[in-house]
């Protein structure tokens, strides 16, 4: 089964920048996994903010946006608050299963 | 609005089944043959993608690391689907999350979850 593969933390600024990545140990991801993005703050349910790699909800944020870059699928912050705070999870899929990153722990501080 | 309910035992013993159930509201499960499936999450780790099923054409799929214990059904009269879990360890203990797929594999709307823990 396929390994997928996300930094384990990661700390913004107030008002920063960040990009979370998301690889396969298959290689390149490409849109053909059709990468997913979750958030998950402590003690709730994840929520799906990005599906096939960058397509966004009603519910998802402006300031967070999809894309594949460098052989990987990627999540990009612009204007981080403080309530982004969260974990940030990856879905690929692969021929009849999907598999999750291990996950990303976003700090705002 | 399209709402999950996960529901069925907190607490299962060593080696036996554990099963899961999904109520689906504001929305026919057999719908557009839309998919539906589990996610877990064990204490303190990460997401694990557990299965998926079409809820008309009846197509699963597993995760290979569970397939031989698992069974995924769908019953459109109840608007319901469930999860079945064999021979079951302390590993399997985690928050068993059922959702609407967008295709097989994404996830897409999240019930709140059920902690299921293994222990005699």
């Known amino acids: 089964q396929a390994v997928v593969t996300q930094e384990p933390s990661l700390t913004v600024s107030p008002g920063g920048t960040v990009t979370l990545t998301c690889g396969s140990s298959?290689?390149?991801?490409?849109?053909?996994?059709?990468p997913y993005w979750f958030q998950q703050k402590p003690g709730q349910a994840p929520r799906t903010l990005i599906y096939d790699t960058n397509n966004k909800y009603s519910w998802t944020p402006a300031r967070f946006s999809g894309s594949l870059l460098g052989g990987k699928a990627a999540l990009t912050l612009s204007g981080a608050l403080p309530e982004d705070e969260a974990d940030y999870y990856c879905?690929?899929?692969?021929?009849?299963?999907?598999?999750f990153g291990g996950g990303t722990k976003l700090t705002v501080l | 609005q399209l709402l999950l309910q996960e529901s069925g035992p907190g607490l299962v013993k060593p080696s036996e089944t554990l099963s899961l159930t999904c109520t689906v509201s504001g929305d026919s499960i057999g719908r557009d043959n839309n998919c539906w499936g589990w996610t877990r999450q064990s204490p303190g780790k990460g997401l694990e993608w557990i299965a998926s099923i079409y809820s008309t054409i009846g197509t699963t799929y597993y995760n290979p690391s569970l397939a031989s214990r698992l069974t995924i059904s769908v019953d459109t009269s109840k608007n319901q689907f469930s999860l079945q879990l064999t021979s079951v360890t302390a590993t399997d203990t985690a928050v068993y999350y059922c959702a609407r797929h967008r295709g097989a594999t994404g996830v897409d709307i999240w019930g709140q979850g059920t902690m299921v823990t293994v222990s005699s």
């Open positions: 298959t290689g390149v991801v490409t849109s053909d996994h059709w």
């Open positions: 879905l690929l899929s692969y021929p009849a299963a999907g598999v």
